[in-house]
């Protein structure tokens, strides 16, 4: 299967166009590398890693998400060339690396970017992962009404997630401090 649609890599040697298939090969390989550079520690090598993969992919990602979304006449959508199988992997692939770059945000302390990068996640496929991610970005920004959705849905799945229940409880002692402060100073507007 593949395509006739090719687009050049940009990092390969020469100008020799790959597939649709072969760019999704080949995305895979660099998000095993930019995991490879994130086990190390390397946040900036894993980075440029996922960057590549997501240059790969975006193209075959359907709704319009490519960069070449809106470029191309709708008969030439390099999506449309794929089967079904492999517009899954695309898509499955693409948010699992877009995922995984939040988590390189997140140790980088790029909290806006792991928003970001997390919503873009959940906006191609529902991934666990990528609510946790973002909930705990959401937390380091202080924006912890955004962040309990997502911790919500986090719990509901891994009901025993430490990090996720740490969170939620500093949620409700927020809550309650603001409960009590709110009290408060109602009760010296009636006094």
């Not at 894993?46 to 960057?51: D, E, K, S, T, W």
């Not at 359907?62 to 709708?74: D, T």
């Not at 980088?108 to 928003?115: C, R, S």
Request: with cysteine; charged share 30%; proline share 4%.
């Amino acid at each position: 299967v593949g395509s006739e649609m090719c687009i050049r890599d940009s990092s390969m040697e020469g100008n020799t166009p790959l597939t649709a298939s072969q760019q999704i090969v080949l995305a895979e390989k660099y998000k095993d590398e930019g995991n490879e550079h994130f086990k190390n520690k390397d946040y900036v090598k894993a980075l440029g890693a996922y960057n590549k993969a997501v240059v790969n992919l975006k193209a075959y990602v359907p709704k319009g998400k490519g960069p070449l979304a809106g470029m191309l006449p709708k008969d030439k959508d390099p999506s449309k060339t794929l089967e079904d199988d492999e517009k899954k992997k695309a898509r499955t692939l693409l948010t699992t690396v877009m995922a995984n770059k939040s988590q390189v945000y997140l140790m980088q302390g790029e909290y806006a970017k792991a928003v970001e990068t997390s919503t873009t996640a959940l906006e191609l496929d529902y991934t666990i992962k990528a609510h946790f991610r973002r909930g705990i970005a959401y937390m380091n920004l202080g924006e912890l009404d955004k962040a309990r959705p997502d911790l919500q849905k986090v719990l509901e799945v891994e009901p025993d997630n430490q990090v996720a229940l740490n969170y939620m409880n500093k949620i409700k002692e927020r809550d309650k401090a603001s409960d009590q402060n709110l009290a408060g100073k109602l009760k010296k507007m009636f006094d």
